[in-house]
């Protein structure tokens, strides 16, 4: 599946009835609240004796990706462009892969 071929079908399940500053607020606060259920999943597995749920983690990946969708759809900007900049900073940032010296010396 190609980047924005999946934006263009999972934002076939947004509600159509929130404006587009409606769309950035619950990007965000999803974005969140779905990175916390990532968060907790692997809390339980360190601390609480839980065994990694593998299954459960990919899901609540998944949904941390229709929210940055829904973020990069409210701004008007496809998913592979998040992505070519991301790459772009991190190919300034470590150009020859990571090192801890620049990462310890980042500026940005
Ligand atoms: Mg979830």
């Known amino acids: 599946m190609e980047i924005n071929d999946y934006q263009k079908?999972?934002?076939?399940?947004?509600?159509?009835?929130?404006?587009?500053?409606?769309?950035?607020v619950n990007g965000v606060m999803g974005l969140n609240g779905e990175s916390g259920e990532v968060i907790d999943l692997v809390k339980k597995h360190l601390f609480q004796?839980?065994?990694?749920?593998?299954?459960?983690?990919?899901?609540?990946?998944?949904?941390?990706?229709?929210?940055?969708?829904?973020?990069?759809?409210?701004?008007?900007?496809e998913l592979e462009e998040v992505f070519s900049k991301n790459l772009e900073k991190l190919k300034k940032r470590y150009p020859n892969g990571f090192e801890e010296e620049k990462s310890m010396k980042r500026k940005d």
Not at 12 to 22: F, G, H, Q, V, Y
Not at 60 to 77: H, I, P, Q, R, T
């Open 9 to 24: 079908k999972a934002m076939t399940t947004l509600n159509p009835s929130l404006s587009k500053k409606e769309v950035l």
């Open 49 to 77: 004796g839980h065994d990694l749920d593998k299954e459960r983690l990919v899901k609540e990946l998944g949904d941390v990706a229709w929210y940055l969708v829904e973020c990069a759809y409210a701004l008007d900007v």
